[in-house]
């Protein structure tokens, strides 16, 4: 009797087999990269947030601002005796009014930071750092929204057209509120932005996967009714996430495909 002899497809699929097989045993046995070195590596790319000078230098012109308007109000609104020194300096513009122009300026100002805010956030979001974005997204913006209101508020002072004596306490008070409220705000945002700074840690995702915060013993604290802000907020950072996830795909597509080039 003759022995059975394999088909060639066959022998062709054994040999194809062999061949992956020994392909994945290379890449098995390869020299893996360690957590520390990406941990490190990640690290090494991280980029801080350049918004605590700014913050800081804007919290310091504040202040200085609200103390010149108290000097000008009571000196030059108030006229405590100070008439001739207060025309010579100010010359035919009335106190109340540089008051007012100083008020704009530090508006000006403080939109101008909030941009920059917004835009250095904004590519704090998409390096993955969703927790620390959303824990300052109202920060950032408080300040501007108190200056607008102080804003909004002179204005209605100056239509009422109160008394000179009114008027002048009315809107040394407005500007006295205002810097006690918006001030702590700015040195509160700043105390963050320095603490991130410091830290220096990885991206949402990886310190996610590190401590294995969505192990199995933590899924059933995740069950159960949930309020409809509490579902919002998971929502949203789903989405943060995804986005995320989404463009950094896309910056490793491109890495593959320069060192694909390279070589």
């Not at 061949?19 to 990406?38: F, R």
């Not at 012109?61 to 010149?68: E, G, R, T």
Request: glycine fraction near 6%.
């Amino acid at each position: 009797m003759e022995s059975a002899r394999p088909a060639p497809h066959a022998q062709a699929g054994s040999s194809a087999d062999m061949t992956q097989s020994t392909e994945e045993d290379s890449l098995v046995d390869g020299p893996l990269i360690s957590a520390d070195a990406l941990q490190s590596a990640m690290r090494r790319e991280f980029q801080s947030v350049p918004t605590t000078c700014p913050a800081g230098f804007l919290s310091l012109m504040h202040v200085v601002y609200v103390v010149l308007s108290l000097c000008v109000g009571v000196l030059c609104v108030l006229k405590f005796g100070q008439e001739e020194e207060c025309s010579r300096i100010l010359g035919s513009v009335q106190g109340d009014s540089v008051i007012v122009f100083g008020k704009v300026f530090l508006w000006v100002l403080m939109l101008l930071l909030t941009v920059w805010t917004h835009h250095h956030h904004s590519r704090v979001r998409s390096r993955g750092y969703l927790s620390f974005y959303r824990q300052t997204q109202r920060l950032k913006q408080l300040p501007l929204l108190i200056h607008s209101t102080g804003n909004v508020l002179l204005l209605l002072l100056l239509a009422l057209r109160l008394p000179q004596t009114i008027h002048a306490s009315v809107m040394l008070s407005i500007l006295g509120v205002e810097v006690l409220v918006a001030v702590p705000c700015l040195l509160y945002y700043t105390v963050k932005v320095m603490q991130f700074n410091r830290q220096r840690a990885a991206p949402d995702v990886s310190q996610e996967e590190h401590s294995h915060t969505y192990s199995v013993t933590s899924l059933p604290t995740e069950t159960g009714f949930r309020g409809l802000s509490g579902l919002e907020e998971v929502v949203e950072k789903q989405a943060d996430l995804i986005e995320y996830l989404k463009q950094h795909n896309t910056l490793l597509s491109k890495r593959l495909l320069n060192l694909t080039a390279q070589h």
